[in-house]
């Protein structure tokens, strides 16, 4: 519930607007544009994750990591997927909305990088509190995945390969 709630209260009172983007090909610009700050908290994981294996007690390289290293280490490996599979999501869903909703795009990419940060955090503190930060990055790329099937599909099927 939290998510709409975040995405509707920053697309209404946040005093931006997308700019203009008549074709296809600007739209996708602008996603992958959006797209390189969700960026962000990957590679500050990467950073943290690094500099947590140099601080690392252990003497053995490939021996077994210690759980802080191990907690940087899966969180940017399961950021680098979900990324993977937002960004692809977002670029179609930039071809189907309207200009008026563009603004979308940037505020989805805001809520991945936030969501992203309160999950690396959950992660760290206990196991059982990460499903907070997971959903709120899962529970958009589901609604996005649904939405681009229902508009290649139902919306206009006609064009769904060209």
């Avoid at 940060?117 to 959950?122: G, K, R």
């Amino acid at each position: 519930l939290l998510c709409p709630c975040l995405i509707y209260g920053a697309y209404v009172f946040l005093p931006f607007d997308a700019p203009l983007l008549p074709t296809i090909s600007a739209r996708l610009v602008y996603t992958l544009r959006c797209a390189a700050f969700a960026t962000f908290p990957i590679v500050l994981g990467m950073i943290v994750s690094a500099i947590s294996r140099l601080c690392s007690s252990a003497l053995e390289p490939f021996g077994e990591l210690q759980r802080e290293v191990e907690i940087h280490r899966t969180y940017v490996s399961q950021s680098v997927h979900l990324f993977i599979l937002y960004f692809f999501n977002m670029a179609v869903l930039a071809t189907y909305l309207p200009q008026e909703l563009l603004k979308l795009i940037p505020l989805l990419t805001g809520l991945f990088a936030i969501s992203r940060l309160i999950f690396w955090m959950s992660y760290a503190i206990g196991r059982s509190f990460r499903a907070f930060g997971f959903s709120m990055t899962f529970l958009p790329l589901l609604a996005m995945l649904l939405w681009n099937l229902y508009s290649m599909f139902v919306l206009e099927p006609e064009n769904l390969l060209s």
